[in-house]
């Protein structure tokens, strides 16, 4: 990417197979000294200027010190931008993600699943029809849903999980919900069944509000001392 292309002129060529991102330090990205107006350069109608606004000054490109080039390059290490970066990898491609923060961010720890390898590993496969926990669903959202939407995260949502636990061997994946784990599992992350083992004669259809057991709960990398332990207690 050479020094003269502008913002305004990339976010045009963002449609490209191949990215190129300039390693700078935050010093480099101070605006400009505009240039003096001539009369080629004078300022815009105020429509045309609020249309630009959103894109904020011009960087400046004098400080660069290494140009490196990616076949894909991904804003934003949420959930969302490391499943993007994870796949996009799987399949060859040279990889970058841009993040402000200092590390990846994941704002839930919490999800549901039905069947799939991990409730078979826990003894709770094929406890509810998918169809009963979908019907279930469409009712407490006043039918707002689409249920071809909700099927299809019955039927498959597993299958993502388990793509997401086997690039991490580390992670200790609890038998229980209240199983004690070691400072050690704690820090490289665990994965807790919620809600299991159940208490002895509970019977989803006898209550109000039921609990299907879909929900497992993972906690990732967090500073020692966090609340949760497996719901329980830590050895």
């Given amino acids: 990417m050479s020094n003269e292309i502008s913002r305004r002129g990339f976010l045009k060529g963002a449609a490209g197979a191949v990215g190129a991102i300039a390693v700078t330090g935050l010093a480099g ?3 400009q000294t505009p240039a003096a107006a001539t009369p080629e350069t004078e300022q815009p109608s105020a429509g045309a200027a609020a249309a630009d ?11 660069i010190a290494e140009t490196q080039t990616f076949d894909v390059v ?12 994870r796949a996009a990898a799987e399949e060859g491609a040279r990889v970058a993600i841009i993040e402000k923060s200092e590390s990846f961010n994941c704002r839930s720890g919490e999800y549901a699943l039905l069947n799939g390898t991990l409730n078979k590993r826990w003894g709770r496969e094929n406890i509810v029809p998918t169809d009963v926990v979908v019907d279930r669903l469409m009712k407490e959202c006043t039918y707002r849903n689409k249920r071809t939407i909700l099927k299809k995260w019955a039927e498959h949502a597993h299958e993502v999980m388990d793509w997401f636990i086997e690039a991490y061997p580390d992670l200790t994946i609890c038998a229980t919900t209240r199983q004690a784990v070691t400072q050690e599992q704690f820090d490289k ?9 159940l208490p ?9 509000f ?10 990732p990398l967090q500073p020692q001392g966090s609340a949760g332990i497996c719901g329980g207690s830590q050895s």
């Fill in 53 to 63: 606004d959103w894109l904020g000054p011009e960087p400046a490109t004098g400080s």
């Fill in 29 to 31: 990205c101070a605006p």
């Fill in 189 to 197: 992350g665990i994965l807790v069944p919620l809600s299991w083992p």
């Fill in 210 to 219: 039921p609990t299907f057991l879909p929900v497992i709960h993972g906690i």
């Fill in 200 to 208: 002895a004669g509970y019977n989803y259809a006898e209550e109000d």
């Fill in 74 to 85: 991904i804003v934003g290490a949420g959930l969302a931008g490391i499943c993007a970066a």
